[in-house]
């Protein structure tokens, strides 16, 4: 591996998972990599940690809490590779991931971006998402979510969306999705932003890969766990809404938009009904705001519509779009495991 990759970790308080992440990355078999380090205002001893064991590392020290997506955007701006990699600070990688994440991308010029395996930290034998495809409600439908790693899983295939914990872009491909020169929307603090992201790449002509050689193990929702869940639900709503406003085409936009609402206002009324109020409000919270940034949301739109898009929705969705049983929307809304997959 000859090519540069510039590996963007982001991070909030996260020192107890540094010492893991940063170790393995050193035992990788390729070396030819540089590791930016993004810290969103942490009030532990993170930043003079990785100063003192890995002084190589390139830090940028945000002044508050800019949330993944624009902290990752930091990142971005900084890296010199000709490969970028999105990773989360509570994995460990094993010693081959990078490359064999180089090995899928160089394979073909049209993979324009690939996610690792990503095995539980805790449950080694299970995974935690293999990615995701599009639904016609507009949820995601979480392939291997919490599934035990068998051979089934072990095969090379298109993705609508990687996760955000390992996942690994042309440089040259992200360039050519920038909005208002980002990759990844500023306003999502968090959840759906790479789904928004991946949604572009997609549109740009690209393909978007999982790559099973690749390895990771990742402690998820180490980050997540310490945000109530009405701020989680609050951000992953209104995320999933404002990116399908830009995003999609305007037959299909006609076509989810309102499916999707109605199954959101379902999920609100059921939250109301189990007491839980805060969680139901978050919901119509993520309504306003979209209503609230409606006119940025359509300058958006339309630069997506008009300069990136190069492929239709038709074309996309004969590869991207599956059409669970309903019960899984029931597993959906408990946490999606137990859920018997079709594919």
């Known amino acids: 591996m000859n090519e540069l990759v510039s590996i963007i970790v982001i991070n909030w308080n996260g020192l107890r998972w540094l010492a893991d992440c940063f170790s393995s990355l050193a035992k990788q078999e390729c070396q030819n990599f540089e590791i930016i380090f993004v810290d969103n205002a942490s009030s532990d001893e993170s930043v003079a940690w990785v100063k003192k064991n890995y002084p190589k590392t390139k830090i940028l020290i945000n002044k508050q809490n800019l949330g993944f997506s624009d902290a990752n955007n ?28 180089v090995k899928v991308l160089e394979s073909d ?17 299970t995974h935690d998402s293999v990615g995701a495809f599009f639904t ?3 949820f995601l439908y979480h392939y291997g979510f919490g599934k035990k790693d068998i ?24 360039k050519k999705i920038e909005v208002d020169g980002n990759i990844l929307d500023p306003s999502y603090f968090a959840y759906f932003e790479e789904t928004d992201m991946c949604h572009r790449v997609w549109l740009a002509g690209y393909r978007i890969v999982y790559a099973y050689t690749s390895v990771i193990y ?21 995320n999933r809404i404002n990116s399908y ?15 999707h609402l109605l199954f959101c206002e379902f999920f609100s009324l059921i939250s109301l009904m189990r007491g839980k109020f805060t969680l139901a409000l978050s ?52 946490g999606a495991a137990g859920y018997e997959e079709e594919i």
Not at 109 to 125: E, R, T, V
Not at 151 to 171: E, H, N, S, V, W
């Open 151 to 174: 051979p089934k899983y072990d095969k090379q295939i298109d993705l609508y969306t990687a996760k955000g914990a390992c996942m690994m872009f042309k440089r040259e491909v992200l």
């Open 218 to 238: 990742h402690k998820m929702g180490a980050t997540s766990s310490s945000m109530n869940n009405a701020f989680i639900q609050y951000h992953s709503f209104k």
């Open 74 to 101: 930091v990142g971005y701006k900084a890296a010199k590779g000709k490969y970028v990699l999105f990773l989360n600070n509570d994995t460990r990688v094993t010693k081959t991931f990078l490359s064999e994440l």
């Open 109 to 125: 010029k049209k993979i324009g971006g690939a996610q690792s395996k990503i095995l539980l930290m805790d449950h080694p034998d």
């Open 245 to 259: 406003l830009k995003n999609l085409g305007t037959v299909q936009l006609i076509k989810t938009m309102p499916i």
């Open 136 to 138: 016609v409600t507009g």
């Open 283 to 334: 919901i119509q919270k993520a309504f306003i705001w979209n209503v609230s940034v409606l006119g940025q949301t359509m300058h958006e739109r339309r630069y997506i519509q008009n300069t990136i898009r190069k492929i239709s929705d038709q074309e996309l969705w004969k590869k991207m779009l599956k059409k669970p049983r309903l019960l899984y929307y029931w597993y959906l809304s408990k």
